[in-house]
């Protein structure tokens, strides 16, 4: 089974920009789906984006026009770019895979957004 591994995290201004990677131990062509949810404490799992295999998008309302998924499959990796970010953002950010069967979590990267 492949798993995923997401690094790209850290501490950023308000305004700033960070970019994560959730990269595949092998292929992540067969996933559907790939989805980056975040949590922050005391809160529920929120899903972010969602990209299909074929290269569809969405996102939810509180990061439209701010954060941007995308996926390289031939490198096994799917991203976040994410701009003009806000306090409200911090959180441990989460990457899944969809397959036809099961489905993949990732171990977490904390994002902090503080002055």
């Known amino acids: 089974q492949v798993q995923l591994v997401e690094s790209g995290g850290g501490l950023v201004q308000p305004g700033g920009s960070l970019r994560l990677s959730c990269a595949g131990s092998?292929?992540?062509?067969?996933?559907?789906?790939m989805e980056w949810y975040r949590q922050a404490p005391g809160t529920q799992r929120e899903l972010v984006a969602i990209i299909t295999s074929v290269g569809s998008t969405n996102y939810a309302d509180f990061v439209k026009g701010r954060f941007t998924i995308s996926r390289d499959n031939a490198k096994n990796t799917m991203y976040l770019q994410m701009n003009n970010l806000k306090p409200e953002d911090t959180a441990v950010y989460y990457c899944?895979?969809?397959?036809?069967?099961?489905?993949?979590w990732g171990q977490g990267t904390q994002v902090t957004v503080s002055s």
């Open positions: 899944r895979g969809l397959g036809t069967r099961t489905s993949v």
């Open positions: 092998g292929s992540i062509f067969n996933f559907y789906a």
